[in-house]
């Protein structure tokens, strides 16, 4: 075996603190590693690596320190042919030197054919390299950092949720995930208060299961039906049963997602649905189309066709069925063996073809196993079945009242009319009046048959109430909570179906019956007399049942029947229903609320669009709007003002005597401190009887000086003021002196306040 010894000498000079020179090192061993060795010297001799490898092919990095300048570089080869590769294929061993200053310092191809190679490199001051994100588009940016580390990079998730829809109760919406360990301890705000709640969260690249959260865990997103209904195809199921949605985080600077609605893949104001009105699974309520006119019923029939539905309910081997429908022209419809692996047994599955009307047409259905669909004499549980309806709900052909379900391995149906192309009038249809203001008003009536009576006149029959009106024979309420009750005649649940109910702008929450649910479920529903109401059976192609085993009742607050669909009733697949909503209870009367209406007035209430609230009877309360100062603590308050206009004034107590000795010029109340000097003798013929006596004086000399005086106890004492500088010329100019007699007793005799002039 090769033995081979490798050493590097790297020698430099030794300089002063702040000529270090920091560098990266990276050797590539070959297979020969474990007996190769190098060794790193300064030029003092100092070693600053000595390394031999212990596995092959092994990669060596360090980071230096060294000193500035020249570093001599010597690798050693014991065998004499030095790294180089011995067979085809294999590595090329290598050493690579940088830093931050240099880049790349030394780049070499191990591979000499003699025991000892020696080359030299130069380094330069060069600070410890930084490591650190050094993509721009990362919210961890470093633009600091020399050495990228994206390990360190974290990039922007912003996420949205609108709760507007949530039929419950919440405090703080959140989000969690893969990317903060399913704390639970992101919430969501909202500081608009319009209950779209934001986050933005900061993860490195990848892939990520999270959902949104109510309250840290009190509630978490678990849709149902998360493969097959396009409201939740963007939940997953986990290799632990949980439902999730997926992230896929980018290096992209900021990623906003759409506004999801709780628990579904679209905001709140998406409906995806058959958007075709000719199309027996149209939507009217659709926004988005999902695909399913053209998947799961006929979209766009031609104008001389029908449709028929065929109902296939498989047994419990429905991955052995095929079924084949023939027209005059061939086949109209092909499920080939396969077409139904997976589906539930015992569910029926409807299939809307487009045929011409009035022609004969049967089908061939076949099983590979050649026991038909009778599962009960196989080892199952489930009989299948086949029936076909017209476009009217009119059964033209039902396989187990023709033959039964076990036929071996093939059955042909006779042949069956497809009927006419569908009318206006079907076997469930009602005639009567259908409008709804009318004294004859039929709500369950789906044709108005023109026997209509007299319009009824609705109003308020309380001549007390501020909306009283003579003419009304009826009054009624605006708002009531409504009954809603839905059956499931099977009592297995409506999986992939739901009941929604729509009026005006207003579209209920989804109403659906679970398998665990029993017969039926109540709903209260709040809903008002003077718009109408649509329910609607909605469904996707997984659906627990044909329409004949639903059933739902809409009823007024006093037990009026709105809506009616009873079992068998709801054909064809799916059903909408348009009534009115007319309880005949409670009162639509509004009191009178007195109050000023004058729009102008200090005293008038805007109102908020409550009739019960607001004011609508003037009641002669009005105030004037009367503008001033309102502040009682202001110079010029108003005490008539109601509205402020900006104009106090602050007040200034003080001496408001101009001839005052300390009259104050900006004073706009007189406190009565107004000081006069003069003459207090009431015995001289100068006495001034508005003097007043001071016990102490306080001069003010120029706009600086102030002297206090105490009186003395010495008869006549004179009491000059210290000399000062006085200006020569204008109006202060001169000597300024008081002179002050008193008597023993401190009684003022005499004072004089002189300014000399020169």
Known sequence: ????????????????????????????????????????????????????????????????????????????????????????????????MSNACQGIILDLDADFAFTQFDTTVNLLPCPPPVSGCMDPNSASYNPLATVNN???????????????????????????????????????????GDNIWTQTVYTSPGVYKWKFILDNFTEQELPQNVQNDPLTNCFVLDQYGFTNRTLDVTTDSLQTLPTYCWESCYDCGTILGCTD?????????????????????????????????????????????????YGDYGAVFTASQGTYSGQPAGVPISEFICVDSNVL????????????????????????????????????????????????????SPQFSTGDICTTSGPNDIFGCMDPFSTTYDSSATIDDGSCGPARVLGCTDPTAFNYDPNADQTEIMTGDYTLEIFDGA?????????????????????????????????????????NVEAYLFTTSQSQNTINQIGYTLTGPEGDTIINVAYWDAIPFPFI??????????????????GCMDSTAFNYIQPIGDPLIDVNTDDGSCIPVVEGCTNPLAFNYDPAANVDDGSCVATVQGCMDPNAYNYNPNANVDDGSCIYLGCMDVNACNFDPTAKPRKIVTVLMSSFWAVLLNLSTTPHSFIKLPKQNMPTSGVAAGKNKIVINSTASGKIIFSRFDTGRS
């Open 277 to 325: 009105p000719i199309s027996n699974l149209y939507n009217p309520w659709a926004t988005d189309d999902d695909g399913s006119c053209s998947v799961s019923g006929p979209s766009g029939c031609d104008q001389d066709q029908t449709y028929i539905e065929l109902v296939f309910t498989p047994d419990n081997w429905p991955n052995e069925t095929s079924i084949i429908v």
């Open 150 to 192: 994206p390990a360190m990079c974290t990039y922007a998730v912003e996420f949205s949720l609108n709760m507007n829809n949530y039929p419950g109760t919440f405090t703080t919406p959140g989000v969690t995930g893969e990317f903060d360990n399913w704390s639970g301890n992101i919430p969501m705000l909202d500081p608009d």
């Open 1 to 96: 075996m090769k033995n081979f010894f490798l050493s590097l000498l790297l020698l430099c000079s030794t300089l002063t603190y702040g000529q270090n020179s920091w560098f990266n090192l990276d050797v590539q061993f070959d297979q020969f590693g474990p007996s190769e060795s190098f060794t790193l010297f300064t030029q003092a001799g100092d070693t600053l690596v000595n390394y031999t490898p212990t596995v092959p092919n092994e990669l060596y990095q360090a980071l230096i320190l060294a000193d500035s300048g020249t570093v001599d570089i010597t690798l050693y080869d014991s065998f004499g042919d030095g790294w180089g590769p011995t067979q085809p294929g294999q590595a090329v061993a290598n050493i690579t």
């Open 361 to 412: 047409i049967d089908f061939v259905i076949e099983d590979s196993y050649g026991d038909g669909l009778g599962g009960s004499t196989s080892g199952g549980s489930v009989d299948g079945n086949l029936e076909v309806f017209d476009c009217d709900g009119v059964e033209l052909f039902d396989l187990v009242d023709s033959v039964g379900a076990n036929f071996g391995y093939q059955y042909t």
């Open 491 to 531: 009592s297995d649940g409506w999986a992939g179906t739901w009941l929604g109910l729509k009026q005006g702008d207003w579209i209920s929450p989804q109403y659906k019956i679970g398998p665990n649910d029993g017969n039926s479920l109540t709903f209260q529903v709040p809903l008002n007399i003077f718009q």
């Open 577 to 594: 229903v348009e009534a009115n909503a007319l309880p005949t209870f409670g009162d639509v009367c509004i009191p009178v609320i007195l």
